[in-house]
T-cell receptor, first 118, second 110 residues
Framework: DAGVIQSPRHEVTEMGQEVTLRCKPI?????LFWYRQTMMRGLELLIY????????DSGMPEDRFSAKMPNASFSTLKIQPSEPRDSAVYFC????????????????FGQGTRLTVV | KNEVEQSPQNLTAQEGEFITINCSYS?????LHWLQQHPGGGIVSLFM???GKKKHGRLIATINIQEKHSSLHITASHPRDSAVYIC????????????FGKGTKLSVIP
C-alpha cells in the first residue's frame, strides 16, 4: 500500500480564496482523521470520520471549515473563505479502530499539506 | 484535564550516544504512540504499545502502566535520527482521540 496520500503538498493562496485539501486513506482502514499543526498549538484534531460518517467535528474551528468523506477511499477538507490565520500544516491520518481496542492499528499519517494564506 | 508531558523539550547528542525521551500522562490509557516528524514535516508512526516493551532496529519503546510513563530509547544515535519525536495517547478502548505531547526536538551531531 502507498500509505495515506495527501494533495497538494504545498498550497499558497490569497486571503478569501477557497482551498480544498484532499486525502486518500489506506485501503481497509475505517477511521480517518484531519489534524492541523501549528507552532503555537501543535497537533490538533479537526474532525474524525468512522466508516465515512463524521463522528466528531468539534475541533473544526469555524463554519469556514468543512470536511466530507463521500466514500471509504477519499476525503476533503475545505476552507472557504481562507484567512491568513489558517496557515498551518494539515495532516490526514487513517487507522483501523474497533470498540474493543484489540485490533486497533497504529495511526498512519499522510505527508501533510503546508497551507500558506497571504 | 488529560495531559501528555514530554521531556526534554530539546535534546542535542553526539553521534553514537544512547538517547532517552520521556512521556508521562495523567490518566489510564488504552494505547500510547510514538511518532517521528522529520524536518520537511512528514509524520511516521514508530510504535503503538499498551504494555511492556517493543523494539525496532535501534529504537526501543517501553511503557509502565502503573507509573503512567513511557520512554523512547535510541541506541547508537545517528544524525539521521534528528527529528521531532511526539508521544500521543489514546484514552479508553473505544476512544478514537489521540492526545499529543508537544514533542521533543532531537539533534544528533556528527
Amino acid at each position: 500500500d502507498a500509505g495515506v496520500i495527501q494533495s497538494p503538498r504545498h498550497e499558497v493562496t490569497e486571503m478569501g480564496q477557497e482551498v480544498t485539501l484532499r486525502c486518500k486513506p489506506i485501503s481497509g482502514h475505517n477511521s480517518l482523521f484531519w489534524y492541523r499543526q501549528t507552532m503555537m498549538r501543535g497537533l490538533e484534531l479537526l474532525i474524525y470520520f468512522n466508516n465515512n460518517v463524521p463522528i466528531d467535528d468539534s475541533g473544526m474551528p469555524e463554519d469556514r471549515f468543512s470536511a466530507k468523506m463521500p466514500n471509504a477511499s477519499f476525503s476533503t477538507l475545505k476552507i472557504q473563505p481562507s484567512e491568513p490565520r489558517d496557515s498551518a500544516v494539515y495532516f490526514c491520518a487513517s487507522s483501523f479502530l474497533t470498540g474493543w481496542g484489540r485490533r486497533n492499528t497504529e495511526a498512519f499519517f499522510g505527508q501533510g499539506t503546508r497551507l500558506t494564506v497571504v | 484535564k488529560n495531559e501528555v508531558e514530554q521531556s526534554p523539550q530539546n535534546l542535542t547528542a553526539q553521534e553514537g550516544e544512547f538517547i532517552t525521551i520521556n512521556c508521562s500522562y495523567s490518566v489510564g490509557i488504552s494505547a500510547l504512540h510514538w511518532l517521528q516528524q522529520h524536518p520537511g514535516g512528514g509524520i511516521v508512526s514508530l510504535f503503538m504499545l499498551s504494555s511492556g516493551k517493543k523494539k525496532h532496529g535501534r529504537l526501543i519503546a517501553t511503557i509502565n502502566i502503573q507509573e503512567k510513563h513511557s520512554s523512547l530509547h535510541i541506541t547508537a544515535s545517528h544524525p539521521r535520527d534528528s527529528a521531532v519525536y511526539i508521544c500521543a495517547v489514546r484514552y479508553g478502548a473505544g476512544s478514537y482521540q489521540l492526545t499529543f505531547g508537544k514533542g521533543t526536538k532531537l539533534s544528533v551531531i556528527p
